[in-house]
Nanobody
């Protein structure tokens, strides 16, 4: 079955960096677009970044532009989110997502906490 497992979250000081990973299994990873979302406490889940199946096209939320980089390794079935210059407002649970044949799949998420 489709599985997405995020890792790499943690506690970091403002201005620091983290690299999140999402390891996928149970589907043909290299033909599906992937995306990262986040949900802060008391807020709705929001799109952070997305990447097409071949890694040629990326899109970012305005809040992520210039600080975050999404990438993927289709040989290892992993999608990454490199986050630089983190701000306290980036604190949230970060989720990996893919859509396969009109079904949306999410990972369990990884917590990112940025201290000021």
């Amino acid at each position: 079955q489709v599985q997405l497992v995020e890792s790499g979250g943690g506690l970091v000081q403002a201005g620091g960096s983290l690299r999140l990973s999402c390891t996928a299994s149970g589907f043909f990873f290299s033909i599906y677009d992937m995306s990262w979302y986040r949900q802060a406490a008391g807020k709705e889940r929001e799109l952070v970044a997305s990447i097409d199946s071949r890694g040629l096209t990326t899109n970012y939320a305005d809040s992520a532009k210039g600080r975050f980089t999404i990438s993927r390794d289709n040989d290892r079935n992993i999608v990454y989110l490199k986050m630089d210059n983190l701000e306290p407002e980036d604190s949230a649970v970060y989720y990996c997502r893919t859509d396969i044949r009109f079904t949306t799949y999410w990972g369990p998420g990884t917590q990112v906490t940025v201290s000021s």
